[in-house]
């Protein structure tokens, strides 16, 4: 309790600093605070006690830097390259973030720093259910695995679906379950170098994908859905999740990931508007089903799609806003494939490629 009394005294504190300062904060992330002057413009974000920040102006991130030093006696790190188990290296070309040493740590834990490699995090065509009639593991052992695969998801998305589709089984999990979860280990001890590359840009236009299986889960039935963002190049939003409801055809299984797509791009939009890099034109969503794009485009309720969720329809009126643009791209061209089904070799190595995932030496195209 006293902690959260700390915490909360703090967050009142560093808040008061900011807006006496002339920052503003973010309506949407509220630990992100702006600073604008003309042209210039200062972004700082905030983790408890933890900052980070840059900004077009020399000056004024100095001047910042200094006022924070002697405000609240802190310290300067230099050039990031390290923040919340994150590695980064900045170069004049781009940044490269990864989790090397979080990798090799965690293969030492679950004893798979000597393991044979694998090429893909999952098998493909391989399904897992809640009762498999293998024998049940450790489950906290299992959710310590899990739990630690998940956090590295935040520079590995390749590993983004086959972590997520097993932490379904955290509550009662198998030795199916662990040794799936075993075969990411294996497939990271392989890639272990691997990180997202963000190649320098001026090009600041959101652009989404979004794509579902269909009932894809065979303990309910339920489809999951996966979504990525990018801002000129490497991903850096993206997720896969299993819908909430059963749909009745793929066309409404995507046309549900479509909608939490939307959503993302939605927030995403108002971010970069605090940062002033508001998005003059509709975000594109590409989505490779046309039915899915026709209940978007036609409001008429019918047979067919009456019996959707009414709290599906944001995207909708998201589209009527002129704030999302969902357009079609084929089935090969989907980035947002990686994160709702297991791939094979060819098609995961190119889609991870695409979406910037690659070694720290071998920059991806992105």
């Not at 703090?10 to 992100?32: A, N, V």
């Not at 990411?184 to 794509?211: C, E, P, Q």
């Amino acid at each position: 309790m006293g902690s959260n009394k700390r915490q909360r005294a703090w967050y009142s504190r560093i808040d008061k600093y900011f807006m006496d300062r002339g920052f503003r904060r973010s309506l949407s992330e509220p630990t992100l605070y702006i600073k604008s002057q003309g042209n210039d413009t200062l972004i700082v974000s905030l983790y408890v006690d933890d900052l980070i920040y840059t900004g077009n102006n020399e000056k004024m991130i100095q001047d910042f830097k200094e006022d924070m030093m002697k405000t609240f006696e802190m310290s300067d790190l230099g050039l990031m390259h390290f923040f919340l188990g994150i590695e980064i290296n900045q170069e004049k070309e781009g940044i490269f973030i990864c989790q090397r040493k979080y990798t090799e740590t965690l293969l030492k834990k679950f004893k798979m720093e000597s393991c044979k490699t694998v090429t893909t995090p999952l098998v493909t065509g391989e399904k897992y259910q809640k009762e498999d009639g293998s024998q049940k593991v450790d489950g906290s052992m299992y959710r310590s695995l899990i739990g630690s695969l998940l956090y590295l998801t935040a520079t590995r998305p390749d590993i983004m679906f086959a972590t997520s589709l097993l932490s379904r089984f955290m509550q009662s999990p198998s030795q199916v379950h662990y040794a799936a979860a075993k075969r990411i280990l294996r497939y990271l001890r392989g890639t272990k170098d691997f990180g997202i590359w963000y190649k320098s840009t001026n090009d600041a236009k959101l652009v989404g994908y979004t794509d579902s299986d269909w009932a894809g889960s065979v303990d309910d039935m339920k489809s999951t859905s996966g979504y990525t963002f990018s801002l000129g190049s490497g991903i850096f939003s993206w997720a896969s999740k299993k819908q909430a409801t059963v749909a009745q055809s793929s066309a409404e299984a995507e046309y549900i990931a479509a909608a939490a797509t939307s959503n993302q791009a939605i927030w995403l939009r108002r971010i970069l508007e605090d940062m002033e890099r508001k998005q003059e034109e509709p975000t594109r969503i590409y989505c490779d089903n046309k039915s899915a794009i026709a209940i978007t485009k036609n409001p008429v309720q019918h047979s067919r799609t009456k019996h959707i969720d009414i709290k599906y329809h944001s995207l909708r009126e998201a589209t009527t806003r002129g704030e999302i643009e969902l357009k079609y791209c084929s089935t090969e061209e989907q980035l947002a494939d990686i994160f709702t089904k297991a791939l094979p070799r060819n098609k995961f190595e190119e889609l991870r490629m695409k979406i910037g995932v690659c070694h720290k030496h071998i920059k991806g195209e992105y």
